[in-house]
Every structure is written in C-alpha cells, then in structure tokens.
C-alpha cells in the first residue's frame, strides 16, 4: 500500500519558536495533501487542504499566518507552525491522496509528529 | 452540515467478549462514505473500512463486522472475540461524494484487559 512518512517523530520546542513538519509520500506522487491536528484524547480536526503547486486551503478557524502549508511538489507538503505557544501542543497528522477523477480518493495518513511547546 | 457522533467515549471489556461501537452520522447528501480507522497508542490511523450509501450490505472481515443502516443514519462496528490487541481509540468517519474531506466523530477507546 501506499506509504507516507512524517519528520520529526516528536519536536519539543521554546515558545516563541517556529517548528517545520514534514510530509512525505514514499511511493506515490501525492496530488493533494491533508493536515490534520488532534488534541489529547480528543478526534482529528482538519486544518487544511493543500494541492501541489497551489495555495492551502484552509478551514474556518484555523490561522493561516499561524500554520504554514507548502506543497511544493508531488512528494512534499510542510507544516509550519510560527511562533508557537504552548497551546499550539498537539499532535499533527498528514494525509496524502492522489485525484484521479474517482469520486472518492483513499487518503494515506503519516504517522503523526507530536509538537510539545514549552 | 455533516456531522459524525460516537457517543460512547470509553468502553472496557475482557478478553473474548464481544464489543458493539456504535457511529451515527449526519449529512444531507444522498451520497456519501462512511470509514472506520483504528488508531493504536503508536498514534497512527489503520483503515479499517469505507462503505459507501447505496451499500447497505454489512460486511464481515475476521472478527471485524459491519452493521449500516440509512434509515438510522447508522454504521456500527463489532468486533467477536476481543483481544488484547484490539485495544485502540476507534474513529468513525464520514465524506461525502467528490470531495476527500474527512468528518471525524470523537472516537471510542477500547479497552481489552486479558
């Protein structure tokens, strides 16, 4: 099956820091990319949306000057969260598709990359 | 709006008991797929299933089961036979036709003491 990685594992950062995540298809190329934040014990609530070679989309609520989204091409988005604050501590996941004109479209999700800022 | 709800938060059982989770959800699309996903304490998501509504079959995988009904706006999940490794918080999750956004209810944690 299709296979996505995510780097760092873990970061612990200051507050006040900016951490980049990185996500990876291995073995596909990824057309589209999905950013995922989960609070402890609590369910996966979708950031955004990002297309390779356009601008993130991003759900409502969720700042984009805050939480940088690049998918510069069809292997790699990053996440980048500025001048984190504790409360910005979760854990992060991406997921990966390819669109084929299917009407829907399996998402491959990372293994997360859990961000503690002190 | 759609929405996905696991009500039941927590649930304990021992070791070959079965366990019945229970999702219902909310959309006004008339079409749609629901999944679950398994997430392990690892953190990372295992695809269990995607059914989509004009699928009401139940299906059967293992100890793993399915049970879908649209006029209960419904799509439970059963495992026979617990075992220890089955324990895991257990998404359901919902989206609808040409769009890859997933909706995902609070999750359920099992867990499956020896």
């Known amino acids: 099956g299709a296979v996505v990685s995510q780097h760092p594992s873990r970061v612990i950062c200051k507050s006040g820091t900016s951490v980049k995540i990185e996500c990876r298809s291995l073995?596909?190329?990824?057309?589209?990319m999905f950013w995922y934040r989960q609070f402890p014990k609590q369910s996966l609530m979708l950031m955004a949306t990002?297309?390779?070679?356009?601008?993130?989309?991003?759900e409502q609520g969720v700042e984009k000057d805050k939480f940088l989204i690049n998918h510069a091409s069809l292997t790699l988005s990053t996440l980048t969260v500025t001048s984190a604050h504790p409360e910005d501590s979760s854990f992060y996941i991406c997921?990966?598709?390819?669109?084929?004109?299917?009407?829907?479209?399996?998402?491959?999700f990372g293994p997360g990359t859990r961000l503690t800022v002190l | 709006a759609q929405k996905v709800t696991q009500a039941q938060t927590e649930i304990s059982v021992v070791e070959k008991e079965d366990v019945t989770l229970d999702c219902v959800y909310e959309?006004?699309?008339?079409?749609?797929?629901l999944f679950w996903y398994k997430q392990p304490p690892s953190g990372e998501l295992v695809f269990l299933i995607r059914?989509?509504?004009?699928?009401?079959q139940n299906e059967i995988s293992g100890r793993y089961s399915w049970n879908f009904q649209k006029s209960t706006s419904s799509f439970n999940f059963t495992i026979t036979a617990s075992q220890v490794v089955d324990s895991a918080v257990y998404f359901c999750?919902?989206?609808?036709?040409?769009?890859?956004?997933?909706?995902f209810g609070t999750g359920t944690r099992l867990q499956v003491f020896p």
């Open positions: 059914r989509n509504s004009f699928d009401e």
């Open positions: 997921s990966a598709t390819w669109v084929a004109g299917r009407a829907w479209n399996e998402q491959f």
């Open positions: 073995d596909f190329q990824a057309t589209t």
């Open positions: 959309t006004r699309d008339t079409t749609y797929y």
């Open positions: 990002s297309n390779e070679g356009s601008k993130a989309t991003y």
């Open positions: 999750a919902l989206s609808s036709y040409n769009t890859d956004k997933l909706i």
